[in-house]
């Protein structure tokens, strides 16, 4: 009740949306009515910015692409709308304020994400498709400003930043339940797993990349302090729909980056030195690069299909490079990758025209039985990749620089706070492995155009910005009570 009652604003919105995204699922002729909410959306985020951006952590599992419904533009309604509002919100306040608390500028993943940005900018500039390419930029502007410059304002509080992390959790639980749901009716089919998740997810791919990127952050809750007995029930089961949704969402990527996951928490429960993480990197490399010839004449060998339900099974297939028409069209967008990366090494093709430039370098060899010839599947099929291609060299290194200054203040912070503070030290290590789900899985698909991904991502992201402030004025207390 007392969670109730404190946040009954998020609770009132959230049901006014859910209510009227489950009309819209029986009526897609009336996509209409999600523009009131969209402007309502905008007006929420603007006047009751706090109560707005708890409400996106609930929400962004659960928004619905309007796309499926107009087939003209895309946009995840209500969550993008709250973003739009929160986007404005904050260039209305450095009109007025003209300030950015020094601790967000001192960290070093708002100066690798300000330089991605730009570069962003530059390459929209440049770009074969300028409008497509300024309108992923702006998409991006909203997907990220919001989180990374708001967000270490309002997770300065402490029940802010445990809260929008049991929101996100709930909201994706419901998700996950619908889709079990759904999928039940089909004896959970592998293929109906395509697509079971729909709305709320376009394919299972991203769904179960979410589903990954949320199971280290419920355990975490269930960690994170000693709970009433009701709420250890309820994380429990959290945490158990949480690994069912994951067997059934199909996606190997996803099971691999759990384990991932796990590596680097031993990595660093034990503190292994990072000089013997890349010596073993490289002698593992250079064992790889000896022994390649082997290594593949056993992936040819390998005819484990994906289509089959066996846990087991399903993961060997993840190395079936020869009749896997997944795998083969994963590898088929990789190399266009590789090959606009060579037409424009620089600068790239422009953000977000790979869809739109692929076809083109598609080689007739690694046409599989779900390529077509107007290459109208999507994206690269890899965050890295995808980057290398549209944004040329310097768009992979700064994203590569984005994604290396995540870790390193993370960790850091991990390392560097009070063993004392259990609590703080579980919600970091949750979000550390958390985020290396995410861009592990980010190999083999690229999802950062979405709010889906965007959101949990760079609001963690916040969350650790807001850490280390209050890590530095803790540590600058004793020494302003010292007597001079």
């Not at 260039?91 to 940005?117: E, M």
């Not at 770009?127 to 989180?147: D, E, N």
């Not at 590898?331 to 953000?351: H, I, S, Y």
């Not at 916040?462 to 540590?475: M, P, S, T, V, Y």
């Amino acid at each position: 009740m007392q969670f109730i009652r404190q946040n009954s604003w998020i609770l009132f919105w959230s049901t006014c949306y859910l209510v009227i995204a489950a009309y819209l699922m029986w009526n897609k002729q009336e996509f209409l009515t999600l523009f009131p909410v969209g402007l309502i959306a905008i007006f929420a985020a603007i006047f009751y910015s706090r109560i707005a951006f708890l409400s996106i952590a609930f929400l962004t599992p659960l928004s619905v692409n309007i796309e499926s419904y107009t087939d003209s533009f895309g946009l995840f309604i209500p969550t993008e709308p709250l973003l739009f509002g929160l986007l404005l919100l904050f260039c209305i306040q450095q009109l007025y304020r003209g300030s950015i608390p020094s601790t967000v500028w001192k960290s070093p993943i708002i100066w690798t994400v300000c330089l991605y940005l730009f570069w962003m900018l530059i390459s929209s500039i440049l770009s074969t498709m300028p409008v497509t390419s300024f309108k992923f930029l702006l998409a991006h502007l909203w997907l990220m400003i919001p989180m990374l410059f708001l967000g270490p304002v309002f997770f300065a509080s402490e029940r802010n930043r445990i809260l929008f992390i049991w929101l996100f959790c709930i909201g994706m639980i419901i998700s996950i339940c619908y889709t079990l749901v759904i999928h039940a009716q089909y004896r959970f089919g592998e293929q109906e797993g395509h697509w079971v998740m729909w709305p709320f997810f376009k394919d299972h791919t991203i769904y179960g990349a979410i589903v990954a990127l949320i199971t280290p952050l419920v355990v975490g809750l269930y960690f994170y302090k000693k709970h009433t007995a009701l709420v250890q029930a309820i994380l429990l089961s959290m945490i158990f729909i949480t690994l069912i949704g994951l067997y059934f969402s199909y996606t190997r990527a996803a099971w691999l980056s759990i384990v991932a996951a796990f590596g680097v928490f031993l990595l660093i429960h034990f503190k292994i030195k990072f000089q013997w993480i890349v010596t073993t990197l490289l002698i593992t490399g250079g064992i790889l690069w000896v022994s390649w010839t082997q290594i593949t004449q056993y992936l040819e060998r390998n005819k484990q299909e994906h289509t089959t339900e066996n846990f087991g099974e399903r993961l060997q297939s993840a190395t079936n490079v020869t009749t896997d028409a997944s795998n083969l069209e994963r590898l088929n967008r990789w190399q266009c990758a590789l090959d606009m990366f060579a037409e424009k090494p620089v600068t790239g093709f422009g953000p977000g025209t790979y869809a739109f430039e692929y076809a083109r370098f598609q080689r007739p060899e690694n046409l599989t039985v779900i390529s077509t010839n107007f290459g109208d599947l999507g994206n690269a099929h890899s965050e890295y990749l995808g980057s290398l291609a549209e944004m040329g060299v310097f768009g992979l290194l700064t994203f590569l620089g984005v994604v290396a200054a995540i870790f390193y203040q993370s960790i850091t912070l991990y390392v560097k706070w009070p063993a004392e503070d259990r609590k703080n030290r579980v919600l970091i290590m949750s979000m550390i492995l958390s985020l290396t789900t995410y861009f592990v899985h980010a190999f083999l698909n690229n999802y950062l155009d979405t709010d889906k991904a965007c959101v949990p991502i760079w609001g963690m992201c916040a969350i650790f910005i807001a850490l280390e402030a209050e890590l530095k004025r803790k540590q600058q207390i004793p020494q302003q009570s010292e007597p001079n």
